[in-house]
């Protein structure tokens, strides 16, 4: 049974160093906690895209994950927070194509896709946290769309 | 002594970062060796992240790579690449819209099944870059449309497999 040790960390993302630093303890997470290499792939890009939108539209901020269990299921959960201007239009933003940075605007849009769950709390002027959880295996996923 | 102190601070720290900075443009340099891989036919291995300064550095050795080789077909190869996100995915595109610019087409190879899929979730569409599985697969798509290909002996006569 694998235990937080390892998985519980609070990572800064202040430059492109930091998202390496993401990345690799993602990666690292998910293998410890005994994802698949394709589910440990889609947390690592999610992440990824994550990392790059708190760095770049917020201005910085830093990444929690932690070890969650519910109904004896395990995952990992991955937050990330930022001090930044915040999302006016949530739909908007997370609608593909649509970006303010000069991207592809995938990002918000495919790391919802990419993960089980997907929650976003922002004000506008305090900040932003995306906090994404995806299930070791046989996920609980009542999701609306496909 | 505190004022000694400092100083060996802070030349170590400036020291430190000095090492750094020569580090990340040895990093920059070897990272992406642009290989002739027959005539024609140039190929850039990927490995590691595909920041926005690699990118920039592979874009630039690829093109003058075209124009000095007199390239038609550039091979992008990303098996050594862990992570395709949206910003990956976004350089690609424009090194391959840049290649096809100076005549030749780009083909991005070493997809690996797990990569695909998140592509496909991440909502990228590369349909416009022709893609193939492996560097191999990629040669002989190339060698097929420069109307040359690769015959085996056994067919044809003796040699060497």
């Known amino acids: 049974m694998p235990t937080s040790a390892g998985v519980e960390a609070c990572l800064p993302i202040r430059s492109d160093m930091d998202l390496v630093w993401v990345r690799q303890h993602v990666r690292q997470a998910a293998s410890l906690l005994g994802f698949g290499l394709v589910e440990q792939t889609k947390l690592v890009t999610a992440a990824s895209e994550l990392a790059r939108n708190t760095l770049v539209h917020g201005g910085g901020g830093r990444m929690d994950s932690a070890r969650v269990t519910r109904n004896r299921a395990v995952g990992l959960q991955l937050a990330f927070c930022d001090e930044g201007p915040g999302i006016a239009d949530l739909e908007q933003a997370l609608s593909d194509g649509y970006t303010s940075g000069g991207g592809l605007g995938m990002g918000l849009g495919g790391a919802r896709r990419l993960v089980h769950e997907f929650s976003l709390e922002s004000t506008v002027g305090v900040g932003t946290t995306v906090t994404v959880v995806s299930w070791v295996s046989a996920p609980p996923r009542p999701r609306e769309e496909f | ?161």
Do not use: N
């Open chain 2, 1 to 161: 002594m505190g004022t000694l102190r400092l100083v060996v601070l802070d030349t170590a720290l400036s020291e430190g970062q000095a090492l750094i900075e020569r580090q990340q443009l040895q990093l920059l340099e070897v990272a992406t060796p642009v290989i002739k891989l027959w005539d024609g036919i140039v190929a850039v291995p990927l490995i590691g992240t595909l920041d926005s300064a690699r990118s920039q550095v592979v874009m630039e050795t690829l093109l003058e790579a075209i124009v000095e080789q007199h390239a038609r077909f550039a091979i992008l190869d990303i098996t050594g690449v862990p992570t395709v996100d949206s910003l990956v995915a976004q350089h690609l595109m424009k090194t391959v819209a840049a290649a096809r610019l100076m005549g030749a087409e780009c083909v991005v190879s070493g997809i690996r099944p797990a990569i695909a899929q998140t592509i496909v979730h991440l909502g990228l569409d590369l349909g416009t870059v022709v893609t193939r599985a492996s560097l191999a697969d990629a040669l002989a798509y190339a060698l097929h449309e420069l109307g040359s290909g690769i015959i085996s002996p056994a067919t044809g006569g003796a040699g060497p497999r």
